[in-house]
């Protein structure tokens, strides 16, 4: 997809729907300058061209009972894109497994993969990697404390 020319008010204006996207359209309008007729037809047009692609709620995992987080290296026995697609696939519809990343270095995929215990963790990895005849090795990491988490993508410093 073709990147979308953004020009200061349309960085203004995604930088606040990241903050808060429950904003009423005037207050939006007031802090970065426009009418809200305007701001609303710049995040529809935002919308349409697939820049905004979610509206969700960010929920506090500890308000919800007892969870884990845990960082997963996996290495493939082979490389061959038909088996890289299958794993990447079978990640997509984990719902535990929060994201996954393709990478370069020593391992193949980064997989953050949440769980309420080390128990469900298990009966997860058993579920989504034990069975991989592909798999080589994978090698987890216990988050002991969430320090940031943040899916923001900074728009400072970009010239349009």
């Given at each position: 997809m073709p990147s979308l020319d953004l020009?200061?008010?349309?960085?203004a204006i995604l930088t606040t729907l990241q903050q808060n996207n429950l904003l009423p359209a005037d207050r939006l309008a007031e802090k970065v300058g426009l009418s809200s007729?305007?701001?609303?037809?710049r995040i529809k047009r935002l919308r349409a061209a697939g820049?905004?692609?979610?509206?969700?709620?960010?929920?506090?995992p500890k308000a919800l009972g007892p969870s884990a987080l845990f960082i997963v290296d996996v290495t493939m026995e082979r490389e061959s894109m038909a088996l890289f697609e299958a794993f990447r696939r079978r990640m997509l519809a984990a719902p535990e497994v929060q994201q996954c990343y393709y990478v370069t270095g020593d391992s193949d995929f980064i997989v953050v993969i949440a769980a309420t215990d080390l128990q469900e963790y298990e009966e997860i990895v058993g579920r989504l990697?034990?069975?991989?005849?592909?798999?080589?090795r994978f090698r987890?990491?216990?988050?002991?404390?969430?320090?940031?988490?943040?899916?923001?993508?900074?728009?400072?410093?970009?010239?349009?």
């Open positions: 020009d200061r008010l349309d960085r007729s305007a701001v609303q037809r820049v905004i692609t979610a509206d969700v709620s960010i929920l506090d990697l034990f069975d991989d005849s592909n798999l080589k987890t990491s216990v988050v002991l404390n969430r320090v940031k988490a943040s899916l923001t993508v900074p728009l400072t410093g970009r010239d349009s």
